[in-house]
Antibody, heavy 117, light 112 residues
Framework: EVQLVESGGGLVQPGGSLRLSCVGS????????MHWVRQVPGKGLLWVAR????????DYADSVKGRFTISRDNAKDTLYLQMNSLRAEDTAMYYC??????????WGQGTLVTVSS | DTVMTQSPLSLPVTPGEPASISCRSS???????????VHWYLQKPGQSPQLLIY???NRASGVPDRFSGSGSGTDFILKISRVETEDAGVYYC?????????FGQGTKLEIK
């Protein structure tokens, strides 16, 4: 069974940084593109970033470009999202997901990031 | 960026009745490999989203066959042949033709 477990969320002040992690199991992690998607509580979904199997093809949403960095460690079956210069509007639940033919296939349970002073 | 527009935004349905959700994109979602790069998700209350349909018409693993997807170009439809109470939640379409990937606003399906 595919499992994705996110961690690293929490309360951070505006301008601060956080690093989210997502550990995958039940599949060969190194063979899949991976995504981060976020959701403001009670609102819709927003795609954040994706990277390919070896981490050298990366795309970002405009709203996070230059502030967020997606990466992976295939030896640890782990996906990361380094978030810098955080803003109040980055407050959201952050989900990692595994790719299937361009779709976000399996999703984790999410980790909540709150940016507030 | 490609804009995805769903309708309706609210959909009350009686169990056993059919339901249909439309998703229109601002650009064609035809991939160079011949498939449409549009996907459908359901987010049940308090849960993470789950993939229902990928590449416009392929059911994801474990998805009941009462769910079907169709469409071409810029117009896509998700159909539920006979709604069950467990189908309640918010349905999203998403385009993955080119980054940034974009979602529709969501359609809330409510069981009458």
């Amino acid at each position: 069974e595919v499992q994705l477990v996110e961690s690293g969320g929490g309360l951070v002040q505006p301008g601060g940084s956080l690093r989210l992690s997502c550990v995958g199991s039940g599949f060969t992690f190194s063979r899949y593109w991976m995504h981060w998607v976020r959701q403001v509580p009670g609102k819709g979904l927003l795609w954040v970033a994706r990277l390919n199997e070896d981490g050298n093809w990366i795309d970002y949403a405009d709203s996070v470009k230059g502030r967020f960095t997606i990466s992976r460690d295939n030896a640890k079956d782990t996906l990361y999202l380094q978030m810098n210069s955080l803003r109040a509007e980055d407050t959201a639940m952050y989900y990692c997901s595994k790719d299937l033919s361009g779709a976000a296939d399996s999703w984790g349970q999410g980790t909540l990031v709150t940016v507030s002073s | 960026d490609t804009v995805m527009t769903q309708s309706p935004l609210s959909l009350p349905v009686t169990p056993g009745e059919p339901a249909s959700i439309s998703c229109r994109s601002s650009e064609s979602l035809l991939h160079s490999r011949g498939y449409y790069s549009v996907h459908w998700y359901l987010q049940k209350p308090g849960q993470s989203p789950q993939l229902l349909i990928y590449q416009a018409s392929n059911r994801a693993s474990g998805v009941p066959d009462r769910f079907s997807g169709s469409g071409s170009g810029t117009d896509f439809i998700l159909k539920i042949s006979r709604v069950e109470t467990e189908d309640a939640g918010v349905y999203y379409c998403m385009q993955a033709l080119e980054p940034p990937y974009t979602f529709g606003q969501g359609t809330k399906l409510e069981i009458k």
